[in-house]
């Protein structure tokens, strides 16, 4: 049974891709969004105004393995040197039920300059819509209720000073290369020459 | 690490741009078909200085990455710390390799939290482990045989403590093959969600 569920996910997947794909080339995902910070002030996307932004989406619990993906937004923020203070780096929770703002705050003291997003299941999933990426909450194989699991879209997206959806590279990209990439955007110029 | 083979394996992965993570990959034991080359890092102690794997020459080895912010590997550290113990007679290193970017301070404070007795404190000095070993998620433990080479590797928390774990640690010792029956199952974690 569980395998057909997961089989039914995966066409699921694909056929949300197809879809996404086509979408995205109309120009639809805005990186529009208004949540919640660790500190529990509403903001939206205009308070990071002026900055490129590299955003995941993802979530803190992980009973079994853990992405690294937020490890390595912390060394392309290494990477990135003085030109970290020109970019916002975020981190939007898809289960805003266990991801309490002081929850994503204590997580977060591990990666300091990343900046955490919850909000109401609402908030989140408007967030989630405007960039086009997807979550599916899954019951624990436990049967805990209080342990489900989210698949979620892996993705980095960079956005631009204004918000505006640059690209979107894969969740285990190497950190020089989403550097290099963010850097490129920061400075279009000395690309070209 | 091969980077052309890993970007081939994320583009086959990555079917749609929608592609979901897929949390419930693979887990558990991976053998690998022959034994490969484990990437320099720069490990050092709690001293700051060097410790790197190089330093365990014609000793076996269970490298494993983890940090304090992952529950499964913190969940995971005080069997390690009783096998580093267990394993050390026959020619085995048990090496806890921090990913932390808070480094040895961390590693102190959830070595106290949890007991931690026997266990080094390791930390990856140019926070480029999880990258050269290819280490998407935590927490993974590699298999490393007396010559240096990485033979297998655990994704998840395993039971090190178990009839299989035993088979497979004495079969590493010894440098025979490796095979599936001594896989360690899953370790059951315990406690309450964050």
């Known amino acids: 049974m569980r395998m057909w569920k997961r089989l039914a996910l995966v066409v699921l997947t694909l056929l949300i891709g197809l879809h996404g794909a086509a979408r995205a080339a109309d120009g639809e995902l805005t990186g529009r969004f208004l949540l919640v910070d660790t500190e529990g002030r509403t903001v939206t996307d205009e308070a990071y105004r002026g900055k490129i932004r590299l955003v995941v989406f993802g979530y803190t619990y992980c009973p079994d393995i853990c992405p690294t993906i937020l490890n390595t937004l912390s060394v392309v923020l290494d990477h990135l040197g003085q030109d970290r203070t020109k970019v916002a780096t975020m981190f939007i929770s898809v289960d805003p039920a266990r991801d309490t703002p002081l929850h994503l705050k204590d997580y977060l003291a591990a990666f300091p300059g990343i900046i955490g997003l919850t909000g109401s299941e609402e908030q989140v999933a408007a967030a989630a819509r405007n960039f086009k990426a997807r979550y599916v909450r899954n019951p624990a194989e436990d049967g805990d209720p209080a342990h489900y699991s989210v698949d979620h879209t892996a993705s980095i997206y960079i956005m631009d000073r204004e918000g505006n959806f640059l690209a979107r590279m894969p969740h285990a990209s190497f950190p020089d290369r989403v550097a290099e990439r963010v850097r490129s955007y920061l400075y279009p110029r000395k690309q070209e020459e | ?194």
Not at chain 2, 1 to 17: E, H, N, Q, Y
Not at chain 2, 62 to 89: G, I
Not at chain 2, 125 to 132: G, L, M, P, T, V
Not at chain 2, 175 to 180: D, E, I, N, P, S
């Open chain 2, 1 to 194: 690490m091969d980077r052309r083979g890993f970007i081939a394996t994320l583009a086959a992965l990555a079917v749609s741009p929608a592609a979901l993570a897929a949390p419930r990959g693979t887990r558990g034991l991976i053998i690998h078909d022959s034994p490969k080359p484990v990437a320099a890092l720069d490990i050092r102690d709690g001293e700051g200085k060097p410790a790197g794997l190089e330093t365990l020459k014609g000793r076996a080895v269970l490298l494993n990455l983890w940090a304090s912010w992952c529950m499964p590997c913190v969940a995971e550290m005080p069997a390690l710390d009783r096998l580093k113990t267990s394993v050390a007679a026959k020619g085995i290193e048990v090496v806890a390799l921090s990913l932390d970017r808070g480094g040895k301070l961390t590693v102190v404070n959830t070595y106290a939290r949890l007991g931690i007795k026997s266990l080094d404190i390791r930390t990856d000095e140019a926070r480029s482990a999880a990258e050269k070993l290819d280490a998407p998620a935590l927490p993974v433990t590699l298999l490393i045989d007396r010559e240096g080479r990485e033979v297998a590797r655990y994704v998840g928390a395993a039971e090190w403590e178990g009839p299989e774990a035993a088979s497979l640690l004495d079969a590493l010792a010894m440098g025979r093959r490796l095979t599936a029956d001594m896989a360690p199952p899953q370790a059951k974690l315990t406690g309450p969600a964050p």
